[in-house]
Structures are given as C-alpha cells and as structure tokens.
C-alpha cells in the first residue's frame, strides 16, 4: 500500500484579506506557516512520511510544502513544481475584496462565480496588474485568462495520471500540497464526485487527506489524517 497526503496551502494574507486570489502570488500569515507546521508534525506524530512531492508554482503552495517537510524531517525528499498544479484562475475576480464584489454584482451572481461547475468569473483584461502574461515561471504556457472548476480539472487531471500516479504505483507516499480548487479536482476524480456536489465540497488549509493506494487505484474512503 501507498499513501497520498493531500495538504492545503495554509492561511494566505489574501485568504485573510478576504480577496479573490486565484493565480496571484501571496504568501502565507503566520497563521499558515503554524498550520503548515502542525501538518508536518502530524504526518511525523502518525508515522505518514511522504517520500515523493508536488506543488504548484505558487509561494503559499511550495512554503507550505517546504514547512510541512521540515517539521517531519523529510526536506530531503524530491519535490515537483508545476503550475497545473495551480490554484483555479479568478479572471477579473482577481484582487478584488469578495464583500464587494457582493455588494456591487450580488450574492446571487458572485455564488455562481465562486460555486458554479462550469462558469468562469469575467476574464481578466490583459496588461491588467494581475496579468501573469509576461511571469517568467509561465514561459512558454498560454496562462488562462479566467477558469471554472471544470477548466481548472481539465488541467489537474491530465498531469494526475502523467506525473503523479505512476508514483504512487511504484509504491511511493505522495505529498501534494496545492490549493482549494486544484485538491477539490483530485477529490472529485478519486472519490467520483457529481459535478453538482463537488462544488459544495470544503478542503481546509492545513489538514492533510489521505488516500490509500493499492497500484493505481484507491483502497477504501478519503479520511483526515487527524481521524486516524
């Protein structure tokens, strides 16, 4: 058997600022580097130890990562930057202060952005002061100008069964730390979630899930970590 170790990125200063984030690079509060640490103190507490990493190329995925790893003694292990890894893409959503956005579109229409399968939030203009267009870590990628959840699964799971997977079948624990949107993708697809649940579903930053892994394929229910 093998383990994947799902972690969200702890607290962001944009997740406390209350703003729309998506594929803007923010770091983590204090409050996320303690929770990044509690994570990697729990997986050394429970015997979980990654030996294979991924993460998305954004800071408060890879901090997390590397403070996780350093709390379990296991900064050692070989860790994966990818940006198909990335959070979802908020478009012109991006920066933006989700109360008002509320006030200004209503509650009706910022739900549907935030919660809908597959509705993308305004596309982001470009030569905006988000636009990653000229990013030196997108080289070469055409970086989205807004995605739903679905866009955001069309680019998690083809990277899944490239990349990751064949890990897992060799017998390595996998520790991916990620986002709300890219983790809510792999839940989906190793749990079969319906398109209409799928978006009510809440990962918490800081809380590693596991799978268990026999080959490729899942041994038993998701739990937390904690649970076990």
Not at 57 to 76: F, G, H
Not at 94 to 109: A, M, N, S, V
Not at 148 to 153: D, E, P
Not at 189 to 206: Q, R
Request: hydrophobic share 35%; charged share 30%.
């Amino acid at each position: 058997m093998s383990k994947l170790i799902l972690v969200r990125h702890g607290q962001s200063e944009w997740n406390l600022a209350n703003r729309f984030t998506g594929w803007w690079d923010v770091d983590l509060t204090e409050k996320g580097e303690a929770e990044a640490r509690e994570a990697g103190e729990l997986m050394k507490a429970k015997g979980v130890l990654p030996t294979v990493a991924f993460t998305s190329v954004q800071k408060r995925a890879i901090r997390t990562m590397n403070i996780a790893l350093d709390a379990c003694d296991r900064s050692w292990i070989p860790v994966t930057r990818d940006w198909h890894l990335n959070e979802r893409h908020y478009g012109g959503l991006t920066g933006l202060d989700k109360q008002e956005t509320r006030e200004r579109h209503g509650d009706e229409q910022v739900h549907i952005w935030r919660r809908s399968f597959d509705v993308p939030p305004p596309e982001l203009e470009p030569g905006s002061e988000f636009d990653l267009s000229n990013d030196p870590r997108y080289a070469g990628i055409d970086v989205p100008r807004t995605e739903s959840l679905k866009l955001t699964i069309e680019r998690v799971l083809p990277y899944w069964e490239e990349a990751i997977l064949p890990q897992l079948a060799k017998g390595e624990n996998v520790i991916i730390s990620a986002h709300g949107n890219s983790l809510r993708a792999l839940v989906k697809h190793l749990s079969n979630i319906s398109d209409d649940e799928i978006t009510g579903l809440e990962i918490p930053t800081g809380q590693p899930i596991i799978y268990d892994f026999d080959g490729t394929k899942v041994a038993g229910e998701r739990y937390y970590l904690k649970d076990s």
